[in-house]
């Protein structure tokens, strides 16, 4: 499956962005995904994820509350809803694709099999 995200911007602190996967190739809905994130100089991390049928989702404990992954089978898509951002919120976000199911703990970078690139959400104080 091949993945794009978007939506990204320049925001200041408080405010939202919504991001956009769009997925093609292979059968979306087979697919567990996740949100990760990298900021400069930093590994990437785990940010949200979600089951294949959107029954499950994860959340890294920093966005808790403020973010919400979702998704949309029909259309190939899925979301990740951000409010309340904050400057630490700064990076490089991906979306990701997995043939088999993780959990919230298990979502990471190593075990996803598929990538987008990045689209920058950068938070300004």
């Known amino acids: 499956v091949q993945l794009q995200a978007c939506g990204g911007g320049l925001v200041q602190a408080g405010a939202s962005l919504r991001l956009s996967c769009k997925g093609s190739?292979?059968?979306?809905?087979?697919?567990?995904l996740g949100w990760f994130r990298q900021a400069p100089g930093k590994e990437r991390e785990f940010v949200a994820g979600?089951?294949?049928?959107?029954?499950?989702?994860y959340y890294a404990d920093s966005v808790t509350g403020r973010f919400t992954i979702s998704r949309d089978n029909a259309v190939n898509t899925a979301y990740l809803q951000m409010n309340s951002l904050k400057p630490e919120d700064t990076a490089n976000y991906y979306c990701?694709?997995?043939?088999?199911?993780?959990?919230?703990?298990?979502?990471?970078?190593?075990?996803?099999?598929?990538w987008g690139k990045g689209t920058q959400v950068t938070v300004s104080s």
């Open positions: 979600i089951s294949w049928n959107g029954g499950s989702t």
């Open positions: 990701a694709a997995a043939d088999r199911h993780y959990s919230g703990t298990e979502m990471r970078p190593s075990r996803m099999d598929y």
């Open positions: 190739g292979r059968t979306f809905n087979i697919y567990t």
